[in-house]
């Protein structure tokens, strides 16, 4: 069973829009901390969004913010990521991620999707 199923990737020129999909199974996503990485064969994985169940201010990287917001939708147990003025940098496979505790690293979450590919041209 797959407890987050990413969706929502595609190709977009710069300066357009995506919104990024986390369906999570019940259990999952009354993890404390749900989380957006990315990872590109030249930067590696990095974090870029995490947000808490208990509704503290989310983070962003400095890379995204002010263009990118991540927002629960409790009803649907989905989390979302929704990406505006994007740029080629942005280029990259997305996953979402929950675990117990907020954190940059990856191995630090109990649950990961399998990805969705984001691709933006110049």
């Known amino acids: 069973q797959a407890h987050l199923v990413e969706s929502g990737g595609g190709s977009v020129e710069a300066g357009g829009s995506l919104r990024l999909s986390c369906a999570a199974s019940?259990?999952?996503?009354?993890?404390?901390?749900m989380a957006w990485f990315r990872h590109t064969p030249g930067q590696g994985r990095e974090r870029i969004a995490t947000?808490?169940?208990?509704?503290?201010?989310?983070y962003y990287d400095d890379s995204v913010k002010g263009r990118f917001t991540i927002a629960r939708d409790n009803a649907k147990k989905t989390l979302y990521l929704n990406m505006n003025g994007l740029k080629p940098e942005d280029t990259a496979m997305y996953y979402c991620?929950?675990?117990?505790?907020?954190?940059?690293?990856?191995?630090?979450?109990?649950?990961w999707g399998q990805g969705t590919q984001v691709s933006v041209s110049s």
């Open positions: 991620a929950a675990g117990s505790r907020c954190s940059a690293i990856w191995d630090d979450y109990e649950f």
């Open positions: 019940a259990s999952v996503y009354g993890s404390v901390c």
């Open positions: 947000t808490y169940n208990y509704g503290d201010r989310p």
